[in-house]
T-cell receptor, first 109, second 116 residues
Framework: KNEVEQSPQNLTAQEGEFITINCSYS?????LHWLQQHPGGGIVSLFM???GKKKHGRLIATINIQEKHSSLHITASHPRDSAVYIC???????????FGKGTKLTVNP | DTGVSQDPRHKITKRGQNVTFRCDPI?????LYWYRQTLGQGPEFLTY????????KSRLLSDRFSAERPKGSFSTLEIQRTEQGDSAMYLC??????????????FGPGTRLLVL
């Protein structure tokens, strides 16, 4: 069993839909990261959170420390949101990241 | 600030050859991480540096792999006697760590290695 599990693995949505991607982790964390990876490999950090909720534009990330669960929400999805979204657990003093396998999101116009 | 850069972006080599990759972090960042990503998988941690000191290496990093950050700025990752299983995207990330606060890691574009 992976230390960081994401669901779903693939997600197809219509433009405008509300999207939820889930992440469960079994390791101790210093912080939980949500990352976006576009075709070609570039990775961009979206959120880093250790409690509660953060919002940036149409993106919202939440975390429940007791349940070891985090969610990434996208409101009013758009085709440009199509990418792979990766959840990663930052560990210990090193803050090295343990990654989930990613969720491939496709938003159709 | 031009972000994290990696060179080369692509490398094709024959099995048994040595390859070296370079990562230039964001200039003031004191932490530098190397990760490896194979097709369809999330990245995996390889090693990290705090300034010039290599503080942790993954068990994934066999003796054929060596990384350096000689002056606490750029870093190199060398793979000796490459094997087909080394084919992957090699990602570098950097962050600025001060005190105990957790910090965002900024990723480079990656070096895609293909071993024939």
């Amino acid at each position: 069993k992976n230390e960081v599990e994401q669901s779903p693995q693939n997600l197809t949505a219509q433009e405008g839909e509300f999207i939820t991607i889930n992440c469960s982790y079994s390791v101790g964390i210093s912080a939980l990261h949500w990352l976006q990876q576009h075709p070609g490999g570039g990775i961009v950090s979206l959120f880093m959170l250790s409690s509660g909720k953060k919002k940036h534009g149409r993106l919202i990330a939440t975390i429940n420390i007791q349940e070891k669960h985090s969610s990434l929400h996208i409101t009013a999805s758009h085709p440009r949101d199509s990418a792979v979204y990766i959840c990663a657990a930052g560990q210990g003093g090193s803050e090295k990241l343990v990654f989930g396998k990613g969720t491939k999101l496709t938003v159709n116009p | 600030d031009t972000g994290v850069s990696q060179d080369p972006r692509h490398k094709i080599t024959k099995r048994g050859q040595n390859v070296t990759f370079r990562c230039d972090p964001i200039s003031e960042h004191n932490r530098l991480y190397w990760y490896r990503q194979t097709l369809g998988q999330g990245p995996e941690f390889l090693t990290y540096f705090q300034n010039e000191a290599q503080l942790e290496k993954s068990r994934l990093l066999s003796d054929r792999f060596s990384a350096e950050r000689p002056k606490g700025s750029f870093s190199t990752l060398e793979i000796q006697r490459t094997e087909q299983g080394d084919s992957a995207m090699y990602l570098c990330a950097s962050s600025l760590v001060t005190g105990g606060a957790y910090q965002t890691q900024y990723f480079g574009p990656g070096t895609r290695l293909l071993v024939l």
